[in-house]
C-alpha cells in the first residue's frame, strides 16, 4: 500500500527585493509594485513511498531536500501538485520543538510529547521511562533552563522516540550529538524499521543512507535526479558530481607551497628550464570518469599528464599521499614498483592503478614527483597540489579502510 | 468542512489545553507570589478608578465597585485575549516552521490562556459580591451565553490579528491604540447616559458595549437582558468569527515561510 505520494511536485519562493514588513511600508509603497525574485527550490517531483519502506533523501546544500520534507509534512504548502499522505505523519525536524525554559523537566516532556501527538495517558505512563532514559531522574522538577545543552537534547530526544509514528520524517537530527547519542538514534530508527513504519530520511550522510534505505532519492538544484536502488543512486550522486573546479583546486594554497619549497633549493633547479614537467594529474572513478569524489574501498585510477622537452631516460614517477592535515600516509614510485620507463619525449600520461582505495573518509592530498633515476636528478615536483575525498560505506571508524572479515575459532562453536 | 475542522479541533483538545495551561504558567512565573501579583494590578486600578469616579466626577450609580470591576474585568478580557492572541503565531515561530498542526490551536489556546486569567481575577468579583450582599436573580442565566459571546468576539478578533501580525508588525501598535480608543468609547467607567443621545446609537453598535451592559443588568442588577441586545451579540459573534476565520485561511498557508 501506498504511504506517501508526491505528484508534480513545485515549489517557488519569492524573495523580494525590498521586504514590507508593515502597513505602513505597503501603503508608502503602493505606487511602487515590489521587485522580487523567484526562486525554483523544487521542480516537478514524483515519487511513491510504500508502507514499511525506508526512502533517504540525498544531494548537495540547497537542493531542496529540506524544503521537500517541510512541504511533505504540510509546513510549507506547494506552488503546484499534490502530496498526499494516507497515514499519519510524525516529524523529526528538530528535536525539543516547543520547550520552554521556564517551565520544569515534567512540564516540558508534557508538552512536547502532546506536540508530538502522544495521548495524555500515554504521556503520564511513560513520564518516569523517559526521564530514565534520558539519565534525568533526579531532575524532574529542575527548570529546562539550568540544564545543559547536552541534557535538553537528551530529554527531547528520549520524548520523540516514546511516539508511535506511522509515517517517520526525519531530517539531520543525527547531525547532532556525540558518537554515542548517533549510534543511539540508528538503533531507534531500526527499532522503528523493524516494526514497519514508513521512513522518509534526509541526511548527508551516505553510509546510513545507504545501510538503511530500501530506495533512495536523489535531488540537484530542486530536480529529481534519480530514485531507485540505494547503491546505484549513491554510485551516481558520488560519481556523478561535475567537477567545478580541476583537481589541483586549492591553487592558491599550493602557491605557498611552492614558494616555501623554494627555499630548500630542490624547487630550485626546475624553475630554471624545466626539462620535463608534471601538467597535471586526474582521478579516475570506475566508470572512467574523472572525479574527486570516491566512494571507500572503491578502485581508482591516477593519471599523470606529463610533457618532456628532451628526451629523458630512466625517468621515475612518484606519489606521496597525505591526509589533509598532512600527515605521510603513503609512497611509491615505479622504482620501487618494478616498472623501469626507458624514456620518454613529448607529452602522455601515466597511470596508477589502485584496486580497493584503503581508505574510509576525508580529504586526502597528493603529491608527484617526477626524477631522473640515473643520479636521482629531480625534473619536477608538485608538492600536494592535488586532491581527492573518499566517502564511507559503513561505519568503521578511522582514516584506513582495511577490507577484512571476522572468522570465530572456538572449541565449543554455537 | 466546518463540522469537520470542530472535530478536527476536539482531537487536539489535549494539545489546546496544555498550551494554554503553559502559557497560563509562564505567565505568573510559576508561582504562587505571581498569581498574588497578578490579583493586586485589577485591585489596584479598581481603587484608583472609584476614587476619581466616585468622589472627583460624583458618579452616581448602585453598587459602583462592583460596576467598574465587572466592566474592567470583561474589557480586561477582549484586550489580554487579543494581544496576546495576536502573538500567538509570531512568539511560536520556532514551532510554526517545524512541525504542521491546525495554525489555529495556538489562537485558541491563547484565547483560553485569557480566560483563565480572567476567571481568576473575577474571584475577586465574587467575593466583592459577597461582601456588598448583592442579590442574584433567575437573570444569571443569560450570563454564560453572555460570556460565551464575548469569547467568539475575542477569538475572531484574535484570529485576524494573529494573522495580520505575521505579515505586517506594526498591526500590533495599530491593535493597542484602538484598543485604547475602545476603551474610553465603551461604557466602562461610565453609564451609557453619559453619552449625548445622539452618539448612544453610534456607541451601541460596539457588541463589547452592549456586552458589558447586558452582563451588569443581569448579573448586578438581577434585570434579564434585553432580547434585541442578545441577537446583536449572537450576529456580530458570527460575523467577527467568520471574518477573522476568512482572514486567517487566506494567510496561513504562508505562515513558515513569511515567519
Redesign the interface.
Given at each position: 500500500m501506498t504511504a506517501i505520494k508526491v505528484e508534480h511536485l513545485h515549489k517557488t519562493?519569492r524573495i523580494p527585493h525590498q521586504k514590507r514588513?508593515?502597513?505602513?511600508e505597503?501603503l508608502t509603497g503602493v505606487f511602487k509594485p515590489p521587485t522580487y525574485e523567484t526562486f525554483h527550490a523544487l521542480r516537478d517531483i514524483n515519487f511513491t513511498v510504500e508502507e514499511g519502506e525506508a526512502l533517504g533523501i540525498i544531494g548537495e546544500n540547497g537542493s531542496g531536500k529540506s524544503t521537500l520534507l517541510?512541504i511533505i509534512?504540510?509546513?510549507?504548502?506547494p506552488s503546484l501538485g499534490s502530496v498526499t499522505a494516507l497515514k499519519k505523519?510524525t516529524?523529526f525536524?528538530?528535536l525539543g520543538?516547543?520547550f520552554?525554559p521556564?517551565?520544569t523537566a515534567s512540564?516540558n516532556i508534557?508538552?512536547y510529547a502532546?506536540?508530538?501527538g502522544m495521548?495524555?495517558r500515554e504521556i503520564n505512563d511513560k513520564l518516569d521511562d523517559i526521564l530514565e532514559f534520558a539519565g534525568l531522574k533526579n531532575f524532574r522538577d529542575t527548570k529546562l533552563k539550568n540544564f545543559s545543552s547536552g541534557m535538553q537534547v537528551r530529554l527531547a530526544f528520549s520524548t520523540a522516540i516514546q511516539t508511535n509514528p506511522e509515517i517517520l520524517l526525519m531530517d539531520e537530527v543525527l547531525a547532532v550529538g556525540d558518537m554515542e547519542f548517533q549510534q543511539k538514534c540508528l538503533d531507534v530508527l531500526n527499532e522503528y524499521r523493524k516494526k514497519g513504519i514508513t521512513i522518509i530520511f534526509v541526511s548527508h550522510d551516505l553510509g546510513a543512507v545507504r545501510r538503511f534505505c530500501d530506495k533512495v532519492l536523489l535531488l540537484n538544484k530542486g530536480r529529481q535526479v534519480a530514485i531507485g536502488d540505494p547503491t546505484e543512486v549513491i554510485d551516481r550522486y558520488v560519481y556523478s558530481k561535475v567537477e567545478t573546479s580541476p583537481s589541483n583546486n586549492n591553487e592558491p594554497e599550493s602557491n605557498e607551497n611552492k614558494l616555501q619549497d623554494g627555499k630548500d633549493g630542490l624547487t630550485c633547479r626546475q624553475i630554471s628550464g624545466k626539462i620535463a614537467e608534471i601538467v597535471d594529474v586526474s582521478f579516475y572513478d570506475k566508470f572512467d570518469h574523472a572525479n574527486t569524489n570516491f566512494n571507500s574501498l572503491d578502485p581508482m585510477k591516477v593519471r599523470i599528464f606529463y610533457n618532456s622537452k628532451e628526451l629523458v631516460e630512466d625517468p621515475v614517477f612518484g606519489i606521496a599521499l597525505y591526509s589533509e592535515r598532512g600527515k605521510h600516509l603513503f609512497g611509491t614510485n615505479t622504482y620501487l614498483k618494478n616498472y623501469p620507463i626507458n624514456s620518454i619525449l613529448g607529452s602522455g600520461y601515466i597511470d596508477l592503478l589502485i584496486e580497493k582505495i584503503p581508505l574510509q573518509t576525508g580529504k586526502f592530498l597528493m603529491t608527484v614527483d617526477l626524477v631522473q633515476s640515473k643520479d636521482y636528478v629531480p625534473l619536477d615536483h608538485k608538492d600536494k597540489q592535488y586532491s581527492f575525498s573518499v566517502i564511507p560505506t559503513g561505519y568503521e571508524e578511522g582514516i584506513l579502510g582495511l577490507s577484512c572479515s571476522w572468522l570465530l575459532n572456538s572449541e565449543r562453536a554455537i | 468542512m466546518i463540522v469537520k475542522h470542530i472535530k478536527e479541533m476536539y482531537d487536539y483538545r489535549?494539545?489546546i489545553w496544555?498550551?494554554a495551561w503553559?502559557e497560563f504558567?509562564?505567565r505568573y512565573?510559576?508561582s504562587i507570589l505571581g498569581y498574588f501579583w497578578s490579583l493586586l494590578e485589577p485591585m489596584l486600578m479598581l481603587i484608583v478608578l472609584y476614587v476619581i469616579f466616585s468622589n472627583l466626577m460624583r458618579v452616581q450609580v448602585e453598587h459602583y465597585q462592583l460596576f467598574l470591576l465587572l466592566g474592567i474585568i470583561l474589557w480586561g478580557f477582549l484586550s489580554r485575549a487579543t494581544t496576546i492572541g495576536m502573538f500567538s503565531i509570531v512568539g511560536?515561530a520556532?514551532?510554526?516552521?517545524?512541525?504542521?498542526?491546525p495554525r489555529d490551536i495556538f489562537v485558541v489556546s491563547s484565547c483560553i490562556t485569557a480566560l483563565l486569567m480572567s476567571i481568576f481575577e473575577s474571584l475577586i468579583f465574587i467575593i466583592f459580591m459577597v461582601f456588598f450582599r448583592v442579590p442574584i436573580s433567575i437573570n444569571l442565566v443569560y450570563v454564560p451565553f453572555i460570556l460565551f459571546f464575548l469569547f467568539i468576539i475575542s477569538f475572531g478578533l484574535s484570529l485576524a490579528l494573529s494573522a495580520l501580525n505575521v505579515?505586517?508588525?506594526?498591526?500590533q501598535f495599530?491593535w493597542q491604540v484602538l484598543l485604547q480608543v475602545g476603551y474610553f468609547a465603551t461604557p466602562i467607567l461610565y453609564t451609557l447616559d453619559v453619552f449625548p443621545k445622539n452618539l448612544q446609537g453610534f456607541i451601541l453598535l460596539n457588541p463589547i458595549a452592549r456586552i458589558i451592559i447586558s452582563a451588569r443588568d443581569t448579573i448586578i442588577y438581577s434585570s434579564p437582558a434585553k432580547i434585541e441586545d442578545l441577537l446583536f451579540m449572537f450576529l456580530s459573534s458570527i460575523v467577527f468569527l467568520l471574518v477573522g476565520y476568512i482572514i486567517f485561511s487566506r494567510l496561513e498557508?504562508?505562515f513558515?515561510?513569511e515567519i
Amino acid at each position: 500500500m501506498t504511504a506517501i505520494k508526491v505528484e508534480h511536485l513545485h515549489k517557488t519562493f519569492r524573495i523580494p527585493h525590498q521586504k514590507r514588513t508593515t502597513i505602513f511600508e505597503t501603503l508608502t509603497g503602493v505606487f511602487k509594485p515590489p521587485t522580487y525574485e523567484t526562486f525554483h527550490a523544487l521542480r516537478d517531483i514524483n515519487f511513491t513511498v510504500e508502507e514499511g519502506e525506508a526512502l533517504g533523501i540525498i544531494g548537495e546544500n540547497g537542493s531542496g531536500k529540506s524544503t521537500l520534507l517541510k512541504i511533505i509534512a504540510n509546513i510549507l504548502r506547494p506552488s503546484l501538485g499534490s502530496v498526499t499522505a494516507l497515514k499519519k505523519l510524525t516529524p523529526f525536524l528538530e528535536l525539543g520543538v516547543g520547550f520552554q525554559p521556564d517551565l520544569t523537566a515534567s512540564e516540558n516532556i508534557k508538552i512536547y510529547a502532546t506536540i508530538m501527538g502522544m495521548q495524555k495517558r500515554e504521556i503520564n505512563d511513560k513520564l518516569d521511562d523517559i526521564l530514565e532514559f534520558a539519565g534525568l531522574k533526579n531532575f524532574r522538577d529542575t527548570k529546562l533552563k539550568n540544564f545543559s545543552s547536552g541534557m535538553q537534547v537528551r530529554l527531547a530526544f528520549s520524548t520523540a522516540i516514546q511516539t508511535n509514528p506511522e509515517i517517520l520524517l526525519m531530517d539531520e537530527v543525527l547531525a547532532v550529538g556525540d558518537m554515542e547519542f548517533q549510534q543511539k538514534c540508528l538503533d531507534v530508527l531500526n527499532e522503528y524499521r523493524k516494526k514497519g513504519i514508513t521512513i522518509i530520511f534526509v541526511s548527508h550522510d551516505l553510509g546510513a543512507v545507504r545501510r538503511f534505505c530500501d530506495k533512495v532519492l536523489l535531488l540537484n538544484k530542486g530536480r529529481q535526479v534519480a530514485i531507485g536502488d540505494p547503491t546505484e543512486v549513491i554510485d551516481r550522486y558520488v560519481y556523478s558530481k561535475v567537477e567545478t573546479s580541476p583537481s589541483n583546486n586549492n591553487e592558491p594554497e599550493s602557491n605557498e607551497n611552492k614558494l616555501q619549497d623554494g627555499k630548500d633549493g630542490l624547487t630550485c633547479r626546475q624553475i630554471s628550464g624545466k626539462i620535463a614537467e608534471i601538467v597535471d594529474v586526474s582521478f579516475y572513478d570506475k566508470f572512467d570518469h574523472a572525479n574527486t569524489n570516491f566512494n571507500s574501498l572503491d578502485p581508482m585510477k591516477v593519471r599523470i599528464f606529463y610533457n618532456s622537452k628532451e628526451l629523458v631516460e630512466d625517468p621515475v614517477f612518484g606519489i606521496a599521499l597525505y591526509s589533509e592535515r598532512g600527515k605521510h600516509l603513503f609512497g611509491t614510485n615505479t622504482y620501487l614498483k618494478n616498472y623501469p620507463i626507458n624514456s620518454i619525449l613529448g607529452s602522455g600520461y601515466i597511470d596508477l592503478l589502485i584496486e580497493k582505495i584503503p581508505l574510509q573518509t576525508g580529504k586526502f592530498l597528493m603529491t608527484v614527483d617526477l626524477v631522473q633515476s640515473k643520479d636521482y636528478v629531480p625534473l619536477d615536483h608538485k608538492d600536494k597540489q592535488y586532491s581527492f575525498s573518499v566517502i564511507p560505506t559503513g561505519y568503521e571508524e578511522g582514516i584506513l579502510g582495511l577490507s577484512c572479515s571476522w572468522l570465530l575459532n572456538s572449541e565449543r562453536a554455537i | 468542512m466546518i463540522v469537520k475542522h470542530i472535530k478536527e479541533m476536539y482531537d487536539y483538545r489535549n494539545l489546546i489545553w496544555q498550551l494554554a495551561w503553559s502559557e497560563f504558567k509562564l505567565r505568573y512565573k510559576n508561582s504562587i507570589l505571581g498569581y498574588f501579583w497578578s490579583l493586586l494590578e485589577p485591585m489596584l486600578m479598581l481603587i484608583v478608578l472609584y476614587v476619581i469616579f466616585s468622589n472627583l466626577m460624583r458618579v452616581q450609580v448602585e453598587h459602583y465597585q462592583l460596576f467598574l470591576l465587572l466592566g474592567i474585568i470583561l474589557w480586561g478580557f477582549l484586550s489580554r485575549a487579543t494581544t496576546i492572541g495576536m502573538f500567538s503565531i509570531v512568539g511560536r515561530a520556532s514551532i510554526v516552521k517545524k512541525i504542521y498542526f491546525p495554525r489555529d490551536i495556538f489562537v485558541v489556546s491563547s484565547c483560553i490562556t485569557a480566560l483563565l486569567m480572567s476567571i481568576f481575577e473575577s474571584l475577586i468579583f465574587i467575593i466583592f459580591m459577597v461582601f456588598f450582599r448583592v442579590p442574584i436573580s433567575i437573570n444569571l442565566v443569560y450570563v454564560p451565553f453572555i460570556l460565551f459571546f464575548l469569547f467568539i468576539i475575542s477569538f475572531g478578533l484574535s484570529l485576524a490579528l494573529s494573522a495580520l501580525n505575521v505579515f505586517y508588525r506594526d498591526v500590533q501598535f495599530i491593535w493597542q491604540v484602538l484598543l485604547q480608543v475602545g476603551y474610553f468609547a465603551t461604557p466602562i467607567l461610565y453609564t451609557l447616559d453619559v453619552f449625548p443621545k445622539n452618539l448612544q446609537g453610534f456607541i451601541l453598535l460596539n457588541p463589547i458595549a452592549r456586552i458589558i451592559i447586558s452582563a451588569r443588568d443581569t448579573i448586578i442588577y438581577s434585570s434579564p437582558a434585553k432580547i434585541e441586545d442578545l441577537l446583536f451579540m449572537f450576529l456580530s459573534s458570527i460575523v467577527f468569527l467568520l471574518v477573522g476565520y476568512i482572514i486567517f485561511s487566506r494567510l496561513e498557508p504562508r505562515f513558515a515561510e513569511e515567519i
